[in-house]
């Protein structure tokens, strides 16, 4: 790796310049059209560097093959990234600033001068004092997740291409759209990837490594008021909008929320409210580790709306719940090899590794479910979804060292 001149960089500044930003509103797939223009991209430079299978197909997804060099039976090994960045913060005319040989002080960023980085708010950037930071400018978001696994991803493919004495088995390419919305892998043709194992490419500090999400569920409560004209309205009307004001506000103050939670401790959060004052919704989203916990958050919900509800003669309730994904470590408990060979990877790499939990969920999340059991490497990203969002070269050059060896790991091991 000494001698390679490493490209994740150039195509990391070239791509967050592409607006990719997902809609959640939206019902179409993708959410957002402008997805596939970075999809598109991609397929070009894919074929450029030699893989004339890369193509797109009509709902964003990126498909491209890596051949294997190798006269063993390996496992076909999938990297998979998304192109979309979150509906949080604008991704429109982000741009990328490179500062290099950071000096440690507080960084201003040029457009929106009261958007600091400082290695108070985020002691990360400490380890990078000498080295090359990139960030946005100060109006939106920089892109880092996930459009730096995108590029290392693409990096990998280019240097083993370049290198085809290194023995590796089969590697299968996935881009997808949409995962912000948590529906990245909702026209995913899985039958079409052929993997047998994959890894994501959306973590965060350098040496980490991700095989448990959340397992997550969303929760809808309706209420259904009492309505009224509101000028003969005493003693008539109950209003749907008081009542989920009321609920909400029988939440638990100190615990059961993200913002009073860390680790392994699930929640409850309200994310959404809508409605008239004859009938009011609150959107949930319901988290935690162990899945059979989610039910019990569901429960205790649900009985703390009913005790508001029960106030008030004529008003009714609905209490809708919804699967979004499940803990992939209960998938991959049965494979150990997918971590194992990460270890020696790391290792080769000079890392050494830290497995952490994800307080969220991942593509890898559903594919583990849909077959492909999948881990999450590290790119470096961090403060996503905001405009104080950064990420180090280092650390991307160095997730591509380590995919590199990772596919020598996987083939070794056959």
């Given at each position: 790796?000494?001698?390679?001149?490493?490209?994740?960089?150039?195509?990391?500044?070239?791509?967050?310049?592409?607006?990719?930003?997902?809609?959640?509103?939206?019902?179409?797939?993708?959410?957002?059209?402008?997805?596939?223009?970075?999809?598109?991209?991609?397929?070009?430079?894919?074929?450029?560097?030699?893989?004339?299978?890369?193509?797109?197909?009509?709902?964003?997804?990126?498909?491209?093959?890596?051949?294997?060099?190798?006269?063993k039976n390996v496992p076909v090994i999938c990297f998979c990234s998304h192109v979309d960045t979150a509906p949080d913060c604008s991704g429109t005319n982000v741009k990328p600033?490179?500062?290099?040989?950071?000096?440690?002080?507080?960084?201003?960023?040029?457009?929106?001068?009261?958007?600091?980085?400082?290695?108070?708010?985020?002691?990360?950037?400490?380890?990078?004092?000498?080295?090359?930071?990139?960030?946005?400018?100060?109006?939106?978001?920089?892109?880092?997740?996930?459009?730096?696994?995108?590029?290392?991803?693409?990096?990998?493919?280019?240097?083993?291409?370049?290198?085809?004495?290194?023995?590796?088995?089969?590697?299968?390419?996935?881009?997808?759209?949409?995962?912000?919305?948590?529906?990245?892998?909702?026209?995913l043709d899985m039958k079409k990837l052929g993997a047998d194992f994959g890894y994501t490419l959306d973590g965060g500090e350098c040496g980490t490594y991700e095989d448990e999400?959340?397992?997550?569920?969303?929760?809808?409560?309706?209420?259904?008021?009492?309505?009224?004209?509101?000028?003969?309205?005493?003693?008539?009307?109950?209003?749907?909008?008081?009542?989920?004001?009321?609920?909400?506000?029988?939440?638990?103050?100190?615990?059961?929320?993200?913002?009073?939670?860390?680790?392994?401790?699930?929640?409850?959060?309200?994310?959404?409210?809508?409605?008239?004052?004859?009938?009011?919704?609150?959107?949930?989203?319901?988290?935690?580790?162990?899945?059979?916990?989610?039910?019990?958050?569901?429960?205790?919900?649900k009985n703390i709306a009913q005790i508001i509800i029960d106030k008030y003669p004529g008003v009714t309730m609905e209490f809708a719940v919804k699967e979004q994904y499940r803990?992939?470590?209960?998938?991959?408990?049965?494979?150990?090899?997918?971590?194992?060979?990460?270890?020696?990877?790391?290792?080769?790499?000079?890392?050494?590794?830290?497995?952490?939990?994800?307080?969220?969920?991942?593509?890898?999340?559903?594919?583990?479910?849909?077959?492909?059991?999948?881990?999450?490497?590290?790119?470096?990203?961090?403060?996503?979804?905001?405009?104080?969002?950064?990420?180090?070269?280092?650390?991307?050059?160095?997730?591509?060292?380590?995919?590199?060896?990772?596919?020598?790991?996987?083939?070794?091991?056959?």
């Amino acid at each position: 790796m000494n001698n390679y001149q490493y490209t994740v960089t150039e195509r990391f500044l070239r791509y967050v310049q592409i607006d990719t930003q997902s809609n959640p509103e939206s019902t179409s797939f993708p959410s957002t059209e402008k997805q596939k223009i970075l999809s598109n991209l991609l397929v070009d430079e894919l074929q450029q560097i030699g893989l004339k299978d890369a193509h797109v197909d009509v709902h964003g997804y990126v498909y491209a093959t890596v051949p294997s060099t190798s006269k063993k039976n390996v496992p076909v090994i999938c990297f998979c990234s998304h192109v979309d960045t979150a509906p949080d913060c604008s991704g429109t005319n982000v741009k990328p600033i490179i500062h290099q040989h950071f000096s440690g002080q507080e960084i201003i960023l040029p457009d929106d001068e009261t958007q600091i980085i400082t290695t108070e708010k985020y002691p990360y950037l400490k380890n990078f004092i000498g080295k090359n930071i990139i960030t946005a400018s100060g109006k939106t978001l920089l892109g880092a997740d996930d459009k730096s696994g995108v590029a290392i991803i693409m990096d990998l493919a280019n240097y083993l291409q370049q290198h085809k004495e290194i023995l590796h088995g089969e590697i299968k390419i996935l881009f997808t759209p949409d995962e912000e919305t948590g529906r990245g892998t909702e026209k995913l043709d899985m039958k079409k990837l052929g993997a047998d194992f994959g890894y994501t490419l959306d973590g965060g500090e350098c040496g980490t490594y991700e095989d448990e999400t959340f397992s997550a569920d969303a929760a809808i409560i309706t209420i259904n008021g009492v309505i009224a004209h509101p000028g003969y309205a005493k003693g008539k009307l109950i209003n749907a909008i008081k009542i989920a004001g009321e609920i909400l506000d029988a939440l638990p103050k100190n615990e059961w929320s993200p913002e009073t939670t860390n680790g392994r401790e699930g929640f409850v959060h309200p994310v959404k409210i809508s409605g008239i004052a004859e009938k009011a919704s609150i959107d949930f989203i319901v988290r935690d580790f162990v899945t059979d916990m989610l039910t019990k958050h569901e429960e205790r919900l649900k009985n703390i709306a009913q005790i508001i509800i029960d106030k008030y003669p004529g008003v009714t309730m609905e209490f809708a719940v919804k699967e979004q994904y499940r803990n992939m470590k209960d998938v991959l408990i049965n494979y150990p090899q997918v971590a194992e060979n990460v270890q020696l990877a790391y290792e080769r790499s000079g890392l050494v590794l830290r497995n952490e939990p994800i307080r969220g969920g991942t593509d890898g999340s559903r594919l583990s479910y849909m077959g492909l059991p999948c881990a999450n490497i590290f790119t470096g990203m961090q403060a996503i979804h905001s405009k104080h969002e950064w990420i180090a070269q280092e650390d991307m050059e160095k997730s591509v060292e380590v995919l590199i060896n990772l596919v020598q790991v996987w083939e070794e091991k056959s």
